[in-house]
């Protein structure tokens, strides 16, 4: 039986507006919790909406839209009604096949693990999946779900990758990139790298398909820059660099240039990091060649900034000011249709974090400062880990700037978001600024500052 076609959502393509997938997927966060209400939405998502393949939203999905959209029905938004989507009226609608690979993913109506499929008998591995991951749950509790909705072991590979791996690579990808952002990478890196073994073994394996080959290059790739994040974030640096130079050489390949620029990125992060500024900088002029063709003015302002910081670490202020003024000459040419997924981190609140940066290695720590409170007051809250890092780099600059209360003040913040985050990079952060306030213990607020630091 032929599959039945999917026709475009317009109607929910415009009142996305001139915001992009991801940009707007972070406006429907930010409205589920103004209602009390968890979705994990993201770029994909949305795009799953606008192309049709969502014909009607699950009901926690629909009051997110309904609050958005005062006044409008689902109707009105492009959707079916739920009993034509689900095959509920009073005469039998024969369902259309649906693709496994939109089954895997659990804001999909039919998926076994969704809030208000009619099977009342889920099985217990996805009941633990659901609370764990939809609720939000301790960052323990969030690895062990990678363990689950994951890829599988590599000892039961199909003989041959079909759309059903590629996409479950590619979600891997995104759940790896949500739960970081909400509880830091320490508690994730060691779950997360057998799924990249995986990934790398399918496309060993080969694909049915070269679209599907095309697929399993990019994700898998991907997937290293992921797994290799959460190396860099928990400390591991020599980790970091191999998944980074792994993806690196799957980019080029696959002739996948986005992917390139995107290891480039990463690569030039950890170099400044790790103390090489002139690496930094080669790494981040070599994303930028990668990147130009791709018509991102987003990702080519994330990488001047990269470019920004491995100047500010040779101590050439003017070759990182040229580096800065670029960065807010792209990124004032707004959200593009090719943005890369991966960007959806990358708004203001980043780029005012890493000019904190680049001010600070130069020792302007007090116009650091500012930068780095920019950062933390426009930083969505959902993204815990960055309001988490961007309060110890405020805490940092405050204390080298000779505002210690301050700094105790926001070295007190970071130990409260630390609760749910776990991040050895931030820790370190958060040790440095404590033992730059030793001398000022004396002033009481220092003195409860370090007390509980010392506890913690």
């Given at each position: 039986m032929?599959?039945?076609?999917?026709?475009?959502n317009?109607?929910?393509?415009?009142?996305?507006?001139?915001?992009?997938?991801?940009?707007?997927a972070?406006?429907?966060?930010?409205?589920?919790?103004e209602?009390?209400e968890?979705?994990?939405c993201?770029?994909?998502?949305?795009?799953?909406?606008?192309?049709?393949?969502?014909r009607?939203?699950?009901?926690?999905?629909?009051?997110?839209?309904?609050?958005m959209?005062?006044?409008?029905?689902?109707?009105?938004?492009?959707?079916?009604?739920?009993?034509?989507?689900?095959?509920?009226?009073?005469?039998?609608?024969?369902?259309?096949p649906?693709?496994?690979?939109?089954?895997?993913?659990?804001?999909?109506?039919?998926?076994?693990?969704?809030?208000?499929?009619?099977?009342t008998?889920?099985?217990?591995?996805?009941?633990?999946?659901?609370r764990?991951?939809?609720?939000?749950?301790?960052?323990?509790?969030?690895?062990?779900?990678?363990?689950?909705?994951?890829?599988?072991?590599?000892?039961?590979?199909?003989?041959r990758?079909?759309?059903?791996?590629?996409?479950?690579v590619?979600?891997?990808?995104?759940q790896?990139?949500?739960l970081?952002?909400?509880?830091?990478?320490?508690?994730?890196y060691?779950?997360?790298?057998?799924?990249?073994?995986?990934?790398?073994?399918?496309?060993?394996a080969?694909?049915?398909?070269?679209?599907?080959?095309?697929?399993?290059?990019a994700?898998?790739?991907?997937?290293?820059?992921?797994?290799?994040?959460?190396?860099?974030?928990?400390?591991?640096?020599?980790d970091?660099?191999?998944?980074?130079?792994?993806?690196?050489?799957?980019a080029?390949?696959?002739?996948?240039?986005?992917?390139?620029?995107?290891?480039?990125?990463?690569?030039?992060?950890?170099?400044?990091?790790?103390g090489?500024?002139?690496?930094?900088?080669?790494?981040?002029?070599?994303?930028?060649?990668?990147?130009?063709?791709?018509?991102s003015?987003?990702?080519?302002?994330?990488?001047?900034?990269?470019?920004?910081?491995?100047?500010?670490?040779?101590?050439?202020?003017?070759?990182?000011?040229e580096?800065?003024?670029?960065?807010?000459t792209?990124?004032?040419?707004?959200?593009?249709?090719?943005?890369?997924?991966?960007?959806?981190?990358?708004?203001?609140?980043?780029?005012?974090s890493?000019e904190s940066?680049?001010?600070?290695?130069?020792?302007?720590?007090?116009?650091?400062?500012?930068?780095?409170?920019?950062a933390?007051?426009?930083?969505?809250?959902?993204?815990?880990?960055?309001?988490?890092?961007?309060?110890?780099?405020?805490?940092?600059?405050?204390?080298?700037?000779?505002?210690?209360?301050e700094?105790?003040?926001?070295?007190?913040?970071?130990?409260?978001?630390?609760?749910?985050?776990?991040?050895?990079?931030?820790?370190?952060?958060?040790?440095?600024?404590?033992?730059?306030?030793?001398?000022?213990?004396?002033?009481?607020?220092?003195?409860?500052?370090?007390?509980r630091?010392?506890q913690?």
């Amino acid at each position: 039986m032929a599959a039945f076609p999917h026709s475009p959502n317009s109607s929910f393509r415009r009142l996305r507006g001139r915001h992009s997938p991801a940009e707007f997927a972070a406006l429907v966060r930010k409205a589920a919790r103004e209602i009390g209400e968890t979705v994990s939405c993201d770029a994909r998502y949305i795009g799953r909406v606008e192309s049709g393949e969502i014909r009607c939203p699950n009901y926690a999905y629909e009051r997110v839209f309904l609050h958005m959209f005062p006044g409008r029905t689902l109707a009105d938004l492009g959707f079916s009604p739920r009993e034509a989507v689900r095959g509920r009226s009073g005469r039998r609608v024969a369902p259309a096949p649906v693709d496994p690979a939109d089954l895997a993913h659990p804001d999909h109506p039919d998926h076994p693990d969704h809030p208000h499929h009619p099977t009342t008998h889920r099985s217990k591995e996805s009941d633990v999946l659901r609370r764990a991951f939809m609720a939000g749950g301790s960052a323990t509790v969030a690895a062990a779900t990678l363990s689950l909705t994951l890829l599988g072991d590599t000892r039961r590979l199909p003989s041959r990758a079909g759309e059903a791996e590629a996409a479950a690579v590619e979600d891997a990808v995104r759940q790896i990139r949500l739960l970081d952002d909400r509880h830091g990478a320490d508690a994730l890196y060691r779950r997360a790298v057998q799924p990249l073994r995986t990934a790398y073994a399918l496309l060993d394996a080969g694909a049915t398909r070269q679209s599907t080959e095309d697929r399993l290059h990019a994700g898998a790739g991907e997937l290293a820059v992921s797994v290799g994040w959460l190396a860099h974030d928990s400390g591991r640096y020599e980790d970091a660099r191999s998944h980074y130079s792994e993806a690196l050489a799957t980019a080029r390949v696959s002739g996948d240039a986005g992917l390139e620029a995107h290891a480039f990125s990463n690569m030039a992060f950890l170099a400044r990091d790790c103390g090489r500024p002139r690496e930094s900088v080669r790494a981040a002029q070599a994303g930028r060649r990668a990147a130009r063709p791709l018509g991102s003015p987003r990702l080519l302002a994330l990488l001047a900034l990269r470019e920004a910081g491995g100047w500010a670490g040779l101590g050439d202020r003017r070759a990182c000011e040229e580096a800065l003024t670029r960065a807010h000459t792209e990124f004032s040419r707004g959200p593009s249709g090719a943005d890369p997924e991966w960007m959806s981190f990358f708004g203001e609140a980043e780029l005012e974090s890493l000019e904190s940066r680049c001010w600070a290695t130069l020792g302007e720590h007090a116009r650091a400062a500012r930068h780095a409170r920019r950062a933390g007051d426009l930083q969505d809250p959902h993204f815990a880990r960055n309001v988490a890092l961007y309060t110890a780099e405020l805490a940092d600059d405050l204390v080298r700037a000779g505002a210690p209360d301050e700094a105790a003040w926001a070295g007190g913040r970071v130990l409260d978001l630390l609760t749910d985050v776990r991040s050895t990079r931030i820790r370190s952060m958060l040790d440095e600024t404590a033992r730059a306030l030793v001398p000022h213990q004396r002033s009481p607020r220092v003195g409860a500052f370090l007390t509980r630091h010392a506890q913690a």
